[in-house]
Structures are given as C-alpha cells and as structure tokens.
C-alpha cells in the first residue's frame, strides 16, 4: 500500500472494481471486498455520506449480492466516512462555485449526487495535510455534464482508476496486471 495516502472512493470506483471482477469466482470475489472493507475500518479508503446514498439507490434494483452496497454498508461508517457534511459544506460551496457542471443538470431524480462531496472530502482531508487521491471511473465530460476525474484536476486532486487502486493498495486482483 502506498505510505500515507488516503483514497476517497467514488460511487463509479466501487462500480468498476465490481465490474473488474465480475469474472472472478465468489470466493476472489469475497476475499477483494473485505479486503476493501478491512481498508475502510482503518481509515485508509473513505467516502462521503452521499456514496452510500447513492449505493442504496442501486441497490434496491439489485437482486443478487451486491457487493458494492454490501461492503459500503457494512463498513466502520466512524472511520470510512471521517468527515460531516458540516464539516464539508464550505468545500462543497466552492467546489460548486468552480464546477458546476460536476452535477448533472439533465438528471431527474433530485437525489443528491456524490461528485460535488467527493471532491470536498478530498479538498477538506488534503487542506488538513493528507495526502489524497480520488477512485473513480467518471472520465467523460459532455456537454452538460463535467467528470469527476476533470473537477478533482480542477481543484489539483488526483485520480485512479479502481484496478490502480487495488494494486496500490496491495489488493491482488487474480486476473491483475502482472
């Protein structure tokens, strides 16, 4: 694991790590997800409130295991989400102020959205002196809508993608880069 970083995990992250093993047998597939886990109970891996929100939403479309929604929930929610919307607001005001299009203007459901949290968690943890960096698989700037990845580059945040974060983080992955 690299020394001293702390990853904020975005909903897309926890998606595409799903999508990466979605070959893998239900036993890799366990071993990976508690080892995210075990990393959320430390402190290592953290996420806004607002990624479980929007995990619970996917969820409830789900049938079979879910282990996104599964590992989120069942997380140290003390040290995987340290920080309060409070204590974020001011970040998210001025992520806001800068990126605008990081909300999706077109989406209807009026749920709150992640990105604009996931960015002030990043913000607020490194204006504290941590070193930060953003999971998330969110790439693709539209016309409407701004990605996650452009805001974090924005606001000087860097990004992985998920499979870079579970080799950074030492957790192996059978069908890993080698």
């Not at 070959?23 to 886990?37: F, G, I, L």
């Not at 929610?77 to 605008?100: F, G, H, N, Q």
Request: with cysteine; hydrophobic share 40%; charged share 30%.
């Amino acid at each position: 694991m690299t020394p001293g970083v702390i990853y904020v995990m975005d909903t897309s992250g926890l998606l595409d790590l799903k999508r990466d093993l979605s070959q893998e047998t239900t036993e890799e597939k366990e071993r990976v997800w508690n080892a995210v886990r075990e990393r959320m109970n430390r402190g290592n891996v953290v996420f806004p409130p607002h990624v479980l929100g929007e995990l619970r939403r996917q969820h409830h479309k789900i049938e079979k295991q879910d282990w996104p929604y599964e590992t989120v929930a069942a997380a140290d929610l003390d040290k995987a989400m340290p920080l309060s919307d409070v204590e974020m607001i001011t970040e998210v005001k001025r992520v806001l102020a800068s990126c605008s299009a990081v909300l999706d203007a077109k989406k209807a459901s009026g749920a709150d959205e992640a990105d604009p949290w996931v960015v002030a968690m990043a913000l607020k943890l490194a204006e504290d002196g941590e070193r930060v960096v953003v999971v998330c698989d969110d790439r693709k700037d539209t016309v409407v809508k701004m990605s996650l990845r452009t805001a974090c580059g924005i606001h000087g945040i860097g990004t992985i993608s998920a499979r870079a974060f579970a080799h950074q983080t030492a957790i192996r992955i059978s069908s890993e880069w080698k």
